[in-house]
């Protein structure tokens, strides 16, 4: 008999709170002794503008913000990579999806609003350098940066999905997406109406509400759980076995879907309105 041919799967995922616990600028603003409340206050404030994409709020500051622009260079933006925590068992989870599960393979990739620079650093030797897509920009020849060349960001991770996905040629209906908030929004809906698989890794309202699967979990392979029960088919014993041949155990699965209700009393018609019907 001849074996059955692989599935190819494209697994996308953010980065800022999704394979890490950190948000790149907290931790830039960090560095230069910004105070965390000063950009909490700037970015919130563009978001509220709807001034750039969900997302991209960092670029922004860094082009244009006297607190930013002229003071980052791009090795601070690699040092940034250096300092954020990421979650545990990335490389395993890259791995296991690159090696295949039993004829599903899964090409990983990143795709995320932060400076493309932090991101390589931070999964250095863990996810390959071309397979990570993030914002880029023209830095000038003292280093400070100039200009910004491209935003993965609302649509901006839209165009990056499709442009893999027609690299790679694999169909909208096998294409996985994970992230974690409101810069994920576009970017799932995209996913969503094809038929694609989606995975939220927070409890974020309006990103809940669209992902087919919410994982929560300090352990990025726990988003495998999802993945081999809805596509690679196994039940849950299956999964078990699997996450304990790799010396895990699942101590604690609980599902739960999240109902999202907002009650108000009802204003009652007054009598003389009433008597007007």
Known sequence: MSEKPI??????????????????????????????????????????????QQGAELAYLLLHDPEFHGRV??????????RIRLKENIELLYSILDRGIEGYHFDFYVLSAAPVEVIRSALEGIVPADHIFGTEFNYHSSGEIDTIVRATAGYGKVAALDQLQGDLQIGPDHIVYMGDGSSDIHVMLH?????????????????????????????????????????????????????????????????????????????????????AD
């Not at 394979?19 to 230069?32: A, P, Q, R, T």
């Not at 260079?73 to 250096?82: A, D, F, Q, Y």
């Open 191 to 275: 996913v969503h109406v094809r038929d694609g698989f989606t995975i939220a890794v927070s409890e974020t309202r309006h990103v809940a509400q669209i992902a087919d699967r919410t994982v929560l979990s300090n352990n990025a392979l726990a988003m495998l759980a999802p993945i081999l029960e809805k596509i690679v088919g196994w039940q849950r014993p299956r999964i078990r076995e699997f996450f304990e041949s790799y010396g895990l155990l699942i101590q604690e699965w609980e599902r739960a879907r999240t109902d999202w209700l907002t009650l108000r009393p009802v204003i009652a018609e007054s009598s003389s309105a009433a008597h």
């Open 73 to 82: 260079r791009r090795e601070h933006l690699h040092e940034v990579g250096k």
């Open 7 to 52: 599935k190819r799967y494209l697994f996308a995922s953010d980065f800022d709170q999704t394979l890490s616990f950190n948000d790149s600028g907290y931790v830039l603003s960090e560095m230069l002794g910004i105070p965390i409340a000063d950009f909490e206050r700037k970015a919130k404030g563009m978001a509220g503008l709807n001034l750039v």
